[in-house]
């Protein structure tokens, strides 16, 4: 049961997305064409201003998700209940504090907007994006209970309907009203549209945590989500300052640069985004594993899982190298582009991000908040000292920018992931994860300097060079997996269970 709601999750996430991200780039390539660079640079640095602001969340939501994992599987609905009044009181005042704290920033827009001279109403914008914000608060909490009963598919069904709903009349603002007002509006509406039929689904599936409302957290759980919530404070606000600041630095450096540089980013975080869905669909089913295997049997699951996410990675790194400058040209045109050297540092961070996924997984899964303080100030620091050196000192402009982040990344990150993992979740050493790990990056940055240099050399242009660059990579990947990983345990435990259920 556990390994069919975790593919039924991934199999509607994964779908959905397919068809949000098809809509979204078309909705893109009329925002590019008939609302230019400004009002994109704007748009992206209206996101990272609300990315900091939402770290009042805290989280809360985390915590809250791993303390519903026991009382689920025992069945206690009264402390399900309890954990749900807690959750939603919570959600509530830090909605209120988010709105009364939100204009304290208004002061600061023009600051990082300076150069949008012929974009209006930048106050207007940045409370509309706050308002999108704030209304979510009320409503998103019922998304948790949802994925910690492994009913996630009603989250992404729900959102991929209203993103096409979305799209659509976005797609009208702009094109017909060339309005940017109206293309914020519409997403307000289909906000608050989503969390309104997801609080729905929730309190029909779930209709006994109504009648916890008044009910008092017990003592160990009140206990466990002051720990839990505190140490993820550090992260949350560790990974808000990353990127965030990261953006800030960039428009500031340059706010039409932010406007290139976001459809890359686009394209990056559709992919992770997918990512992300399929994770974290399988994230009950995680914990549920965590709590009741062995560590023999978790050892094992955790290679097959770390190594399926590498091969997905690494096929969509190598992917974006061979394709993702052709792609933008394209879709956007040459004056879109940037320099080879930072998309290839832009693709080697993607791919770092992911080999972290199956670690902050388990993190999550098993509830080892406590253990990450520490990495996500370090984290902070190397970042936002390595970025100001490179951007400030020696002017390395949206290259130091990145390149901060991946320091950041491999210095800090990475490494603390894995033994916390390995010393807090499975009980074995990190020794052999920490080989594979080197020889991933190794593997990653061969694969994707030899997918970009491959597309380089076809002579071909358009979609169809497109296509053939593509086939390329792929064929190339294929190539590496087989021949490095094709004996090893993992691939062929992950080939076994595949095999399995196909017969099945």
């Known amino acids: 049961m556990r390994f069919l709601n975790s593919l039924r999750n991934s199999a509607l996430a994964f779908a959905g997305q397919i068809i949000t991200i098809v809509l979204g780039f078309v909705l893109r390539w009329y925002f590019v064409h008939i609302l230019g660079q400004e009002y994109l640079g704007v748009n992206s640095v209206m996101e990272s201003m609300i990315a900091l602001l939402s770290m009042t969340e805290l989280g809360i939501g985390t915590s809250v998700a791993f303390a519903l994992y026991k009382p689920i599987a025992q069945g206690d609905e009264k402390r399900i209940g309890a954990l749900m009044a807690f959750y939603r009181k919570v959600y509530h005042v830090i909605g209120i504090v988010t709105a009364a704290v939100g204009p304290l920033l208004i002061p600061f827009m023009r600051f990082f907007t300076?150069?949008?001279?012929?974009?209006?109403?930048?106050n207007l914008i940045y409370l509309m994006f706050l308002a999108n914000t704030v209304l979510s608060y009320f409503f998103a909490y019922k998304r948790t209970l949802l994925s910690a009963y492994q009913q996630n598919y009603v989250n992404s069904v729900t959102e991929d309907l209203f993103a096409v709903i979305k799209y659509i009349f976005q797609?009208?603002?702009?094109?017909?009203?060339?309005?940017?007002?109206?293309?914020?509006?519409?997403?307000?509406?289909?906000?608050?549209?989503?969390?309104?039929?997801?609080?729905?689904?929730?309190?029909?599936k779930y209709p006994f945590v109504k009648n916890y409302r008044k009910e008092k957290l017990l003592p160990e759980d009140r206990a466990g989500l002051k720990k839990s919530v505190v140490s993820l404070m550090y992260q949350k606000i560790g990974a808000k300052l990353v990127t965030g600041t990261d953006n800030l630095m960039i428009s500031y450096a340059r706010l039409s640069l932010m406007g290139i540089y976001s459809n890359y980013a686009m394209v990056i975080s559709i992919i992770t985004r997918v990512v992300y869905n399929v994770l974290r669909s399988i994230l009950g089913s995680i914990g549920n594993l965590v709590v009741q295997e062995d560590s023999g049997r978790k050892c094992a699951v955790y290679d097959e899982f770390t190594f399926a996410s590498f091969s997905f990675h690494l096929l969509m790194a190598m992917g974006l190298s061979a394709c993702l400058e052709r792609f933008i040209v394209i879709w956007a045109g040459e004056g879109w582009l940037l320099s080879p050297a930072v998309t290839l540092l832009v693709v080697m961070n993607f791919f770092l991000h992911g080999l972290r996924e199956p670690n902050v997984v388990i993190i999550e899964a098993a509830?080892?908040?406590?253990?990450?303080?520490?990495?996500?100030?370090?984290?902070?620091?190397?970042?936002?000292?390595?970025?100001?050196?490179?951007?400030?000192?020696?002017d390395m402009g949206i290259y130091g920018v990145l390149?901060?982040?991946?320091?950041?990344?491999?210095?800090?990150?990475?490494?603390?992931?894995?033994?916390a993992v390995h010393k807090y979740a499975l009980n074995a050493s990190a020794k052999k994860t920490a080989g594979r790990f080197v020889c991933h990056v190794a593997t990653a940055a061969t694969g994707c300097f030899a997918s970009y240099f491959i597309s380089e050399a076809i002579p071909i242009?358009?979609?169809?060079?497109?296509?053939?660059?593509?086939?390329?990579?792929?064929?190339?990947?294929?190539?590496?997996?087989?021949?490095?990983?094709?004996?090893?345990?993992?691939?062929?435990?992950?080939?076994?269970?595949?095999?399995?259920?196909?017969r099945g």
């Open 114 to 122: 300076r150069e949008a001279v012929d974009v209006p109403y930048v």
């Open 461 to 502: 242009g358009g979609i169809w060079g497109l296509l053939l660059s593509g086939v390329c990579a792929a064929a190339l990947f294929g190539l590496i997996v087989i021949g490095l990983y094709g004996r090893t345990m993992a691939f062929r435990g992950l080939w076994n269970r595949f095999a399995e259920r196909r």
């Open 367 to 394: 509830g080892l908040f406590n253990k990450m303080r520490m990495k996500a100030v370090g984290e902070v620091v190397v970042n936002l000292v390595v970025s100001f050196l490179f951007l400030i000192v020696f």
């Open 171 to 204: 797609g009208v603002a702009i094109v017909v009203y060339k309005s940017y007002i109206g293309y914020l509006a519409v997403s307000i509406v289909c906000a608050l549209a989503t969390n309104i039929v997801i609080s729905v689904v929730c309190d029909r």
């Open 403 to 419: 390149l901060g982040t991946t320091v950041s990344m491999v210095s800090v990150c990475i490494w603390w992931e894995i033994l």
